[in-house]
């Protein structure tokens, strides 16, 4: 029996212009009444997944900056460095590599990025002989730790709740969602997710974005 | 006939436990897409009011900091500074009369806090011997400059889509609303609002919070 369920936000409770889909909400506030625990974790940053977390009414702790820092009850808990990420970033920077994006003003753990064309395979490169790890949300790119990424935030959330993998349900639809995907959780993709994690998943949804995420919430239990 | 519709926040388009009214968000995106201008004016801060406006659809500029703030296209436009309610603040909180947000970490031009019981009196004599003003916003105070407000927010959207009064509606429920019911605007309150809101509406919706605002927004033409 699912017991979680992990969700990526752009993409996935969203449509592409990042508009949030209402049957999306509409259905975490329903299976979270039902006793089901419902968390986030995205590549944006703390004070906008703590207002998502206000407005949609997510109950459970949610997951900033890939799993990078943790939101719940007012606390902030980064579980990675901002050091590397942002000694390299500015190295890269200062080359005319890559640009930032705003968000980057409220990160504590990771950078994000848009790459200047032709640099993206310099600036993977680069990360990886710093130990850094870079990765496309779909929405920008990010320069995280390594180790940082949604599967740390799943595994966090098992041992806070004290879950087995098969009572946790993931839900994404691009690269940075990956990591969640190589558990042995049961994995949902919305119908506009990348083929690399619909060749894993065990659930592909008719519709795309929030509307397939509303078909798997409101499926839960015949899954 | 409204061209502009700027809304309050907390406890208009969400409902008093924060969570987002699904009813106002669809309206809200509808009336847009029929022409008319929504923006929204929050107490809270700039990232919060970036991820509400971006996962609504809100497509003017919205406000955070009662006004002090403007967040539009990627750019933060901050109307006031933050030095005098950093200091009054930091003051105030040395003698324990106050006790600031989680969301002070990410504001640009005020401070929010709780006042230490009995000595909120005490906190706005002091804040307005400094030239500053205290206000309630119903899910906190915030210590601000004098003229920062939500009147200032609906002269900036007043001067950017050069409009006159009679072409504005205005709706919010709480105290620091009032300063843009002052103007000769169009002025609504959702069911749940302040009593002095009410007594100088132009229109008290049937019911409470988003309900309210859908209520409005879906009637814009016969008001």
Redesign the interface.
């Known amino acids: 029996m699912i017991k979680l369920v992990l969700l990526d936000v752009d993409g996935t409770i969203?449509d592409p212009?990042?508009?949030?889909s209402?049957r999306a909400?509409?259905a975490i506030?329903k299976v979270q009444n039902d006793g089901v625990i419902v968390s986030l974790a995205s590549g944006?940053?703390i004070?906008?997944m703590?207002?998502?977390k206000?407005?949609?009414?997510v109950k459970a702790p949610v997951f900033a900056e890939n799993g990078g820092a943790m939101f719940q009850n007012?606390n902030?808990t980064p579980f990675f460095s901002m050091d590397m990420p942002k000694r390299l970033f500015e190295k890269l920077e200062s080359e005319e590599k890559l640009k930032g994006?705003?968000?980057n003003?409220?990160r504590l753990t990771s950078m994000a990025y848009v790459p200047v064309e032709g640099h993206q395979a310099e600036i993977t490169s680069e990360a990886e002989s710093e130990g850094l790890v870079t990765v496309d949300s779909g929405f920008s790119w990010h320069l995280l730790n390594r180790g940082q990424d949604k599967g740390f935030a799943l595994e966090k959330l098992k041992e806070i709740y004290s879950l087995d993998y098969d009572e946790i349900l993931v839900m994404g639809d691009s690269y940075n969602d990956a990591p969640m995907f190589k558990k042995d959780v049961v994995k949902a993709v919305p119908a506009n997710a990348e083929e690399s994690l619909k060749t894993i998943a065990d659930h592909i949804t008719k519709e795309g974005n929030g509307d397939g995420v509303a078909e798997i919430l409101l499926n839960l239990r015949s899954l």
Not at 17 to 20: A, P, Q, S
Not at 54 to 57: D, E, L, R
Request: net charge positive.
């Open positions: 969203t212009g990042r508009l949030i209402l909400i509409e506030r944006n940053v004070p906008v703590y207002g998502v206000t407005f949609v009414g007012d902030i994006i705003l968000s003003k409220w």
